[in-house]
């Protein structure tokens, strides 16, 4: 049985299928303007007043408006979804006075919507149209369109949703971001959201719960000899001595990457002070930030250990990055 040509052609017919995306994104990147200001600031208004989002969309858009749903109710913007076949069976009870909704509909005619639009209007529901015809029916009936449209799709037949989605998904997570900067949304917020898995332990963990400290933290004086502190980690069976002024201040760290650096240059390194080698200015975290900028913090470093320090920048612990996988932190 003979190949398909697009089989044979994969990887070059799937960049044209992401050039096509990138495109279609980069036309709706310059498209973002007032009617977006405007959108982001009826969603502040109306969460401001304590009121709730309500999202709707049938077919690829309603998958879409149900990943806006969930994405806006994890970062505490209280959302609903409307199905719209259920709509006049009942589910138009679900909105309040003061709900604002949010539709959409790459055509803006789907039948299914404009068939429930008299009823959300009735109910003096305001309407944000996501939508990629700013003609359209429901962008007549919306107070603010969103204008997702596209001059291509990606499929080769230009049938398939495709770059429309994207655009749309898009363009819908640009609003829950925007909005989550607009209501000043915290990390700490977002953790009591999220309580579980490694995401929901590393937001709620501070760097106090997960420091090395006492008998598990090598401190030592900057006299120290290399011998002194390979001792000191060796009792605290850590990859790194914080090196300690006699004043209590931060002088450095050596760690057991610096050591073996050392002794490859020189075998006869033992009696030198540790001061000769340490990593001075070392990087370092505060014991009451969340442990989940630890996470970013090391990565960013690529170091394996960070010194934590209180407010007034006096060592307090050590974190190695092996404390947090038995943490379960990354």
Do not use: W
Not at 104 to 125: A, C, N, Q, Y
Not at 136 to 147: F, G, K, N, P
Not at 246 to 259: N, Q, R, S
Request: net charge negative.
């Amino acid at each position: 049985m003979e190949t398909p040509a697009a089989i044979h052609d994969a990887p070059g017919r799937a960049r044209r299928v992401i050039r096509l995306e990138i495109e279609q994104l980069e036309r709706l990147h310059e498209r973002i303007g007032a009617a977006f200001s405007h959108a982001v600031e009826m969603l502040h208004a109306c969460l401001a007043a304590r009121h709730k989002l309500v999202v709707c969309g049938v077919g690829k858009s309603g998958n879409i408006g149900r990943k806006l749903a969930a994405t806006l109710n994890s970062t505490g913007a209280t959302a609903v979804c409307l199905d719209a076949g259920d709509a006049l069976h009942g589910d138009l009870g679900v909105i309040d006075p003061g709900d604002l909704g949010i539709v959409l509909s790459h055509s803006g005619e789907t039948r299914e919507l404009l068939d429930i639009l008299p009823h959300l209007k009735r109910l003096g529901l305001p309407l944000i149209a996501i939508t990629g015809d700013t003609g359209s029916t429901l962008a007549r009936h919306a107070e603010c369109v969103l204008d997702v449209h596209v001059t291509q799709e990606a499929c080769p037949l230009n049938l398939a949703p495709t770059a429309s989605t994207t655009t749309m998904l898009v363009l819908c997570d640009a609003l829950a971001m925007v909005l989550l900067e607009a209501r000043g949304f915290r990390q700490e917020d977002f953790a009591s959201l999220h309580p579980g898995g490694s995401l929901g332990r590393a937001l709620l963990t501070r760097v106090a719960d997960v420091m090395r400290s006492g008998p598990q933290l090598a401190l030592i004086p900057p006299a120290s000899s290399v011998q002194d502190a390979l001792q000191a980690m060796t009792r605290a069976r850590s990859g790194a001595a914080v090196v300690v002024s006699p004043e209590g201040t931060l002088a450095g760290v050596f760690t057991h990457g610096d050591f073996v650096r050392a002794y490859q240059k020189d075998h006869d390194i033992a009696t030198r002070p540790v001061s000769d080698f340490m990593t001075a200015r070392p990087i370092t975290i505060e014991a009451g930030k969340l442990a989940a900028e630890v996470l970013t913090t090391l990565q960013n470093n690529r170091v394996d250990d960070i010194v934590v320090v209180d407010e007034a920048g006096r060592p307090v612990g050590l974190v190695d990055t092996q404390d947090l996988t038995r943490l379960r932190l990354v």
